[in-house]
């Protein structure tokens, strides 16, 4: 079936330093999220993506659909410590899709 | 606007019991997930609804997992009977069906089976 791998598993970084995560596929998706999951709560959507190439910002996120179709990128510009968490991808094979394959997520840590 | 709710938040059962979880979707949502979260790692769904109808279960364990939506709003996940095995977040997702809104998450169910 479809898996999806992220990169890098965990990383530690300095309050106020950029952060850039990848999702890559075996498989070609047409839609991709990403989202983030805090200690005892349910994800939430940072963003999504919907055309090969498209850049969508939200704040101080930024995240970009693979040109091959096969990877997503995050970057956090600036990090705080409440980014701390679990970042996600998500990709379907569906336009707008309803059905999604989750990665095994990137932990990030904000030393102060 | 209210969210995913979802409860029990928590749920301790030994082995060989049955659990059951309740999921209300945000208003308005026809689809509804539902989504296992073994521990470090990301959701994988075991169940998608649209209104009551259940579209994809392929990955529902259906010896001993099984949903229901009556009248397309509410759902329960049911477990009978449970093993070892199935201790994970249990997380309940809606979305919209006009194609272009992405599925919201509730906070999830956790459960440890001893």
């Known amino acids: 079936g479809q898996q999806l791998n992220q990169s890098p598993q965990s990383m530690f970084i300095q309050e106020g330093e950029d952060v850039s995560m990848n999702c890559t596929s075996s498989?070609?998706?047409?839609?991709w999220l990403w989202y983030k999951q805090d200690p005892g709560e349910g994800p939430v959507l940072l963003i999504a993506?919907?055309?090969?190439?498209e850049l969508t910002s939200n704040g101080r996120l930024t995240a970009q659909f693979g040109i091959t179709r096969k990877d997503s990128f995050l970057n956090i510009s600036a990090s705080i410590p409440s980014d701390v968490g679990i970042y996600f991808c998500?990709?379907?094979?569906?336009?707008?899709?309803?059905?999604?394959?989750f990665g095994p997520g990137t932990r990030l840590s904000v030393l102060p | 606007e209210a969210g995913v709710v979802q409860s029990p938040r928590y749920k301790i059962i030994e082995k060989k019991q049955p659990v059951a979880f309740w999921c209300n979707p945000i208003?308005?949502?026809?689809?509804l997930y539902w989504y296992r979260q073994n521990l470090g790692q990301g959701p994988e769904l075991l169940i998608r609804?649209?209104?009551?109808?259940?579209?994809?279960d392929s990955q529902l364990p259906k010896d001993r997992f099984s949903a229901e939506r009556l009248k397309g709003v509410d759902s329960t996940l049911k477990i009978q009977p449970a093993e070892l095995g199935d201790s994970a977040v249990y997380l309940c997702?809606?979305?919209?069906?006009?194609?272009?809104?992405?599925?919201?998450f509730g906070p999830g169910t956790r459960l440890l089976v001893l």
């Open positions: 997702a809606s979305s919209s069906d006009r194609g272009y809104e992405t599925q919201y």
């Open positions: 609804y649209e209104n009551e109808e259940a579209v994809d």
């Open positions: 998500a990709g379907s094979v569906d336009n707008y899709g309803q059905n999604f394959v």
């Open positions: 993506l919907y055309k090969a190439g």
């Open positions: 208003s308005g949502h026809n689809t």
């Open positions: 498989s070609i998706f047409n839609t």
